[in-house]
T-cell receptor, first 115, second 108 residues
Framework: EAQVTQNPRYLITVTGKKLTVTCSQN?????MSWYRQDPGLGLRQIYY???????DKGDVPEGYKVSRKEKRNFPLILESPSPNQTSLYFC??????????????FGAGTRLSVL | DQQVKQNSPSLSVQEGRISILNCDYT??????FLWYKKYPAEGPTFLIS?????DKNEDGRFTVFLNKSAKHLSLHIVPSQPGDSAVYFC???????FGAGTILRVKS
């Protein structure tokens, strides 16, 4: 089954404790991205990757890191989480980058609480 | 700068009637617009799109209308079904700029 898998689905942590949210897709997609969803703000892009070893900042990259060492994986790293990073996070992938009709396939989400 | 605005946080409709979800946008010349649907505890899924060279696109019960002069698009669902109850996001492609979403509740 074609899918984007995120882990964990739920995570409660404390300020300053490094964490990684994994994302994997099995569709051989070039493009992957991370979003956070906050009430009243829709989804905002954190980072995206056009292909292996090619990553770039989205609209809200502060406090996050990513890497794309393999095509299928795109982990999101919070080196020193803070309470304002409490949010619902989505990973997404799409076949190609830079096309206008950029239909992305989303994971089920990771709900993160930073205390 | 909010490039995509969905001014109605929620909408309640009776089963069988029409649901109309609205979206206003800024800063766009040639682009694609997409609607995504999201159920609780799931990620958004693509629903329907429209190119800025068109003014209407239809897919079954779902029709999207684009008014370029007013910079406005709308999603019509006819007839509405309880399974359509979800959050609907208006999205400006290609970088996927999301609106805040509208919660649609279809009452049976």
């Amino acid at each position: 089954e074609a899918q984007v898998t995120q882990n964990p689905r739920y995570l409660i942590t404390v300020t300053g404790k490094k964490l990684t949210v994994t994302c994997s897709q099995n569709m051989n997609h070039e493009y992957m991205s991370w979003y956070r969803q906050d009430p009243g703000l829709g989804l905002r892009q954190i980072y995206y990757s056009m292909n292996v070893e090619v990553t770039d900042k989205g609209d809200v990259p502060e406090g996050y890191k990513v890497s794309r060492k393999e095509k299928r994986n795109f982990p999101l790293i919070l080196e020193s989480p803070s309470p304002n990073q409490t949010s619902l996070y989505f990973c997404a992938s799409s076949p190609q980058a830079g096309v206008a009709k950029n239909i992305q396939y989303f994971g089920a989400g990771t709900r993160l609480s930073v205390l | 700068d909010q490039q995509v605005k969905q001014n109605s946080p929620s909408l309640s409709v009776q089963e069988g009637r029409i649901s109309i979800l609205n979206c206003d946008y800024t800063n766009s010349m040639f682009d694609y617009f997409l609607w995504y649907k999201k159920y609780p505890a799931e990620g958004p899924t693509f629903l329907i799109s429209i190119s800025s060279i068109k003014d209407k696109n239809e897919d079954g019960r779902f029709t999207v209308f684009l008014n370029k002069s007013a910079k406005h698009l709308s999603l019509h669902i006819v007839p509405s079904q309880p399974g359509d109850s979800a959050v609907y996001f208006c999205v400006k492609g290609n970088k996927l700029v999301f609106g805040a979403g509208t919660i649609l509740r279809v009452k049976s």
